[in-house]
Structure formats: C-alpha cells, structure tokens
C-alpha cells in the first residue's frame, strides 16, 4: 500500500509539474490574447480561461514536456522557456489586432474622423478604429477562436520545446517579416477610405476653384464626415473578411515562409 502511494504521488507530482509548465506558456500568451486577454476584461476571469484552456492543451503536450523534464534541463531554463515561448505566441496573434486599429486610425485620419473615445475604451484609439477591433474580435471568436489557439499552442511545443530558448536569428527573421505584413494588411484594409478620401479632395479643391465664393469647409466637413460612415457601413464585411482570412492563413503556418 505504502508502495502504491508512493507511486501515485509520484504520478500526481509528474501531472502537476507539467501543468504548471503548460500554464506558464499559456498564461504568458493569454496576457497579450486578443479577445481574451484585452485589459478590460477581469483578471479572474482571464485567470479562469487560462486555466481551462492549460486543462484542455496540458493533456496534448504532456509527452514532449514529459520528455523536457526527464532530459535534464534546469527548472530555471525550463520556467524562461515556457514564459519567453508564451509571450512570442500571444505578440503574433497579437499583431492582427494592431493591424485593425491601424488601419482604423489611417482610415479615421483621411476622413476627418480621428477624434479619440477618451476614456471609454482602454487604449484611447478613433471611433472608426474601435468599431474596427470590436466587430474583428466578435467575428474571429464566432469563428473558433479558441479552437484555432489550441492547434496553435499545440504545435508550438513541437517548434518551441521546453527548456530550449527560440534561435534568435530565427525569430528575429519570423517577427519581421510578420510585422510587415501586418503593417502591409493595415494599409489594404484603410485603402477604400483614403481612395475616396484622395477622389473628395480633388473634387473640392476643383469646386474652390470654379466657386471661390463658396465656404467649402462648411460644405465639406459633413460631407466627408457621412460619406465616411456610409463607406464604413458597405466595406466593413468585406474588410473583416479578408483580415479573418489573413489570420486564418497564419493559423494554417504560423512559423513557416507563407
């Protein structure tokens, strides 16, 4: 009896390491989740969905990080590993958020619309950009969000292994060139408004010319002003559609040349 103790808290201790290893990868990215890990959402409860979703990876990743722990690696290397690995997850995911309050605020900036919430939301951004974000996040959660982010923490133990630190050469060349096409993904989604903004202002400077008279600013301002809702209003499900197929493209190859 006292033998099967012994090896059942053995097995229980062996169950807890690992989980307390995957959490620390998860929690690190579940800080900088989109979604679910935004600031206004309350600690517990983003303490609650860490939690289920190191319940729901612990069991896929208990072999590799089994194998990390048997093969000698430090407690040290393995804790910085797992955090450093969390964090690189969350700030890819991250970027397609500041691809849509990018593009939200170049968007906001050619139509005369960039005034700033103030303290409504947390991170002070333009009313089109946050229309942008909230109806980004509502679309990629009724997606499956968090069935994709489980794939993804999942593989990443393949790619990023316990207690080994990511090449930074490696991840250097990965975090640049998905910066750029996150920047470059921002600028196609505020392309229509700085189009039509770029054809208004044509055409009222061709109207000042033809009418000095006339105080175009008065005329102009709501004009751009509604023309940049009504835009917003037929261009936004295309919009999120291509940037929820951007982030989907990443979530088939994260890590790989896309």
């Known amino acids: 009896m006292i033998e099967l103790a012994a090896d059942l808290l053995n097995i229980a201790t062996d169950a807890v390491l690992v989980g307390a290893l995957v959490f620390l990868r ?7 989740l989109p979604a679910f890990g935004e600031r206004n959402v309350p600690e517990r409860i983003r303490l609650v969905i860490a939690i289920a979703f190191t319940l729901i990876i ?5 072999p590799i990080v089994s194998s990390a722990i048997e093969s000698g690696a430090t407690m040290l290397a393995l804790l910085g590993s797992e955090v450093l690995s969390g964090l690189i997850l969350g700030i890819a995911i991250r970027l397609f958020v500041l691809a849509l309050q990018t593009a939200g605020a170049i968007a906001a900036q050619a139509t005369s619309l ?7 939301v947390v991170d002070p951004q333009p009313a089109l950009a946050n229309v942008m974000v909230i109806a980004g996040l509502a679309l990629a959660v009724l997606l499956g969000l968090h069935i994709k982010v489980v794939e993804y923490v999942l593989l990443s133990f393949e790619l990023f292994p316990p207690g080994h630190m990511p090449a930074p050469d490696h991840l250097m060349a990965w975090g640049a060139s998905h910066i750029s096409e996150m920047f470059a993904l921002a600028f196609v989604l505020a392309a229509p408004f700085v189009v039509i903004s770029l054809l208004y202002n044509l055409a009222l400077g061709a109207i000042n010319r033809a ?7 008065f005329v102009g301002a709501p004009a751009i002003t509604m023309g940049a809702l009504l835009i917003l209003a037929v261009s936004l499900p295309f919009l999120l559609g291509a940037w929820i197929a951007a982030m989907d493209a990443f979530f088939i190859d994260p890590f790989g040349a896309r």
């Open 58 to 62: 612990a069991p896929g990743a208990a």
């Open 114 to 120: 960039a005034q700033i919430f103030g303290n409504i």
């Open 26 to 32: 998860v929690g690190a990215m579940m800080a900088i």
């Open 211 to 217: 009418m000095p008279q006339l105080m175009v600013a």
